[in-house]
């Protein structure tokens, strides 16, 4: 994956003045395995954040893993026949077969990454357990990867309206700050969905307690990577128009920005369920607001790609 | 500007993504069969299959390890009881020396004091997989030192 960290820069660079001769080169295939990823957490970060996973992925036999492995292969294979995670649309049976490797893959790493990233799989983890745990949360990583053209392309009948002809006379500072309004709308809403769900769970607290302090950077650093990934690296959605529209804001205000909202409604959502109360200690507000942002930062970009 | 030219889209729904200008023309190399892969899904498949094939091959190898190794357990006292406000606290770590997993391992400490008192005290460990240590503590009130502290596991489940 570092590689792919690495030239991230140049291809998200390079994206914005098209050049068809680079239609199937480096770039693209750096744009289609991050799209895959972007989907693959999407896709697999509730399930993530389900304590039976764990242990059922623990205690789970060699044989049932092999066997796991070959029915997720099945579906993703399935999947990838009609969606996939590359933009072809035309497939020799072959070339379906060898998209469904990458995708579970694909899936297997970023499964290994967020596992790696919420600790639980960790240096002290025994092989056993560390196998079952990544095989199990592989599932759903691998089915988001072969999903991930679908669930992020935006429908094209579900445009929203532009009142062009008046943007060119108004100020431009409040059309973009009105953008800026529908972006973060977006990401409130994103967010909500995604994390709603996990928001009233044990989960959150049992993974905030297992983190040692200065890794709720890590998940950070996490949460703001791939909300940049799934909204502006990827290809999903329009860029094009991203670009005009949010002229107010660059790609990286654009993510901070997102990110904050991300971790306000999920301070909220903590509230709600009472999960967060006045007289919990401090360092528990932060660990939890920001273990619970991590999945309500990806909705939230996804919700900016797909509202 | 970016808006969307509705008469390409009936016969081209890659263009949903995004409308770029580019994306004019690139639907038809899209759709069309392509004679080859370039060399970076070469790299990306070959990378891939590699990763899955370790993910297989560790897998069974776990398994041919570990299947007939059920669990067994080491308990030890890691280090020396530290006294807060008057309770002694017993740290102790137990370790899974099996291969395979166990479930509601159940830890048990009593203390025989001199003079003929006893105390207990009782740990459950939910899961403990092959070769795992996991680590808790025992309260006493009374000083370990000062009678014979018994730790060991007293049962277990199998998943």
């Known amino acids: ?307 | 500007m970016s808006q969307n030219n509705p008469a390409d889209s009936p016969t081209d729904p890659s263009a949903a993504s995004q409308n770029n200008s580019e994306e004019v023309k690139t639907p038809k190399t899209l759709l069309e069969p392509r004679t080859e892969r370039s060399l970076a899904e070469w790299v990306t498949f070959t990378i891939a299959a590699l990763i899955l094939s370790t993910l297989i091959g560790l897998i069974i190898y776990d398994w041919q390890a570990n299947q007939n190794r059920p669990p067994a357990f080491q308990v030890e006292v890691t280090e020396s009881a530290r006294i807060t406000d008057g309770r002694y606290y017993v740290p102790f770590s137990v370790r899974n020396t099996g291969g395979r997993i166990a479930r509601t391992v159940q830890v048990t400490a009593e203390l025989l004091l001199s003079d003929g008192e006893s105390e207990s005290g009782e740990q459950q460990i939910d899961f403990l997989s092959g070769n795992e240590r996991k680590s808790g503590s025992f309260v006493f009130a009374h000083n370990p030192q000062e009678g014979e502290l018994l730790i060991r596991v007293a049962s277990y489940g199998l998943p």
């Open chain 1, 1 to 307: 994956m570092s590689e792919h960290q690495e030239t991230l820069s140049s291809t998200s660079a390079s994206d914005l003045t098209p050049s068809a001769g680079a239609t199937y080169g480096w770039g693209q295939e750096l744009q289609d395995l991050l799209r895959g990823s972007a989907g693959s957490f999407l896709f697999g970060i509730p399930l993530l954040y389900t304590v039976e996973v764990w242990s059922i992925g623990s205690s789970a036999s060699g044989p049932m893993l092999l066997a796991i492995l070959g029915v997720t292969f099945v579906m993703v294979w399935l999947l990838t026949q009609t969606e996939g995670f590359r933009r072809t649309l035309s497939l020799r049976p072959a070339e379906a077969l060898m998209e469904s490797v990458e995708a579970l893959s694909l899936g297997m790493v970023c499964a290994a990454i967020a596992l790696i990233i919420l600790r639980r799989i960790n240096l002290d983890t025994p092989f056993t357990e560390t196998l079952g745990k990544l095989v199990f949360e592989g599932v759903p990583f691998s089915l988001g990867v072969a999903l991930a053209r679908s669930t992020l392309s935006q429908p094209r009948q579900r445009d929203r309206r532009h009142v062009n002809s008046s943007r060119r006379f108004a100020a431009p500072d409040l059309f973009n700050l009105q953008d800026t309004l529908i972006d973060l709308d977006a990401t409130l809403i994103g967010a909500i969905i995604i994390a709603f769900s996990i928001a009233p769970t044990e989960e959150v607290r049992l993974l905030s307690a297992s983190l040692p302090p200065l890794w709720l950077l890590i998940v950070m650093a996490a949460s703001l990577f791939s909300s940049y990934i799934i909204v502006f690296a990827s290809g999903f959605g329009d860029r094009t128009e991203r670009q005009q529209r949010g002229l107010l804001l660059s790609p990286v205000t654009e993510t901070l920005m997102a990110y904050i909202v991300a971790l306000a409604a999920s301070v909220m959502m903590l509230i709600f369920f009472q999960q967060l109360s006045p007289s919990d200690p401090w360092q528990e507000w932060v660990g939890d607001a920001i273990v619970l942002t991590f999945p309500a930062t990806i909705g939230g970009a996804a919700g900016r790609i797909l509202i």
